[in-house]
């Protein structure tokens, strides 16, 4: 995020494509931009373009903001954006070039719009809805919401998928993430794991086998979808470690 804000302070001379071009027009019309980077051996970046970014009404809904793609190999992309580990990400960045979202992984048009809707929100834009729906986090550094990508990235990078399923109206959903998820030498020990959230009784929940009867209920899996450990319920960081050390153990 640090090299984005850098970007204020360059000489225009320095920026060069169509990322320069877009980031330059935002500043000159005071508009925000969405940057969608890609890389060319990602099938769910062609998916992601085809099924959501191409829909009618998410179009309309990014009218907005100023459009720009980039391949993550590009020079101004690791020069102008946050480390992008992970295609496609989609950045929602404000006119004084701060980034105010971050999401990673393909997701489709109803779950992208709630991202749309609430960058908007963040940077001050009236949506169309008189009720937003807040997208499901801000902090997307460590979450996937879609298993495929998720899987997909640890295939790739030789991980293992720690699958997070929460009730939103639960509070024991949102102390185990937000305590126990958050505590340093958990963070630490799932290191090797991808991290998805996913909502209980969710189509993509159902569509993976994951049905838990509650909430919140951890799966630890194999790229490859294979169950390593199932941990149901609540747990605190010392006792959530006991959970962790158990599913590494049947790697």
């Known amino acids: 995020m640090k090299k984005i804000a850098l970007l204020i302070y360059l000489p225009m001379i320095l920026l060069s494509g169509d ?53 993550k190999n590009e020079r101004e992309a690791k020069q102008y954006l946050p480390e992008t580990r992970y295609t496609p990400t989609v950045y929602f960045i404000s006119s004084k070039f701060k980034v105010v979202n971050t999401v990673k992984g393909y997701l489709g048009k109803n779950d992208f719009g709630m991202w749309i809707n609430d960058s908007k929100a963040k940077l001050g834009i009236s949506t169309e809805s008189q009720t937003l729906n807040k997208a499901r986090t801000t902090k997307s550094e460590n979450w996937f919401y879609d298993m ?63 049905n838990p009867s509650l909430a919140p209920t951890v799966y630890f899996r194999k790229a490859d979808g294979s169950t390593l450990a199932t941990a149901k319920g609540y747990f605190a960081a010392k006792d959530f470690m006991l959970w962790i050390n158990y599913a590494k153990g049947q790697m």
Request: aromatic share 8%; hydrophobic share 35%; net charge positive.
């Open 19 to 71: 990322l320069k071009d877009a980031l330059l027009k935002a500043r000159k019309d005071h508009r925000p931009i969405m940057v969608y980077v890609k890389s060319d051996a990602c099938t769910y970046c062609d998916k992601m373009k085809e099924q959501t970014l191409n829909d009618e009404a998410i179009q309309k809904n990014m009218k907005s903001f100023i459009f720009v793609t980039v391949d």
């Open 148 to 210: 495929a990508s998720a899987e997909d990235y640890a295939s790739q990078t030789g991980k293992q998928v720690m699958v997070y399923v929460e009730n939103r109206r639960s509070k024991w959903s949102k102390k185990m993430r937000t305590k126990t998820l958050h505590d340093k030498e958990v963070k630490k020990a799932l290191e090797n794991f991808v991290w998805v959230k996913l909502q209980k009784d969710s189509a993509e929940a159902k569509t993976y086998g994951i």
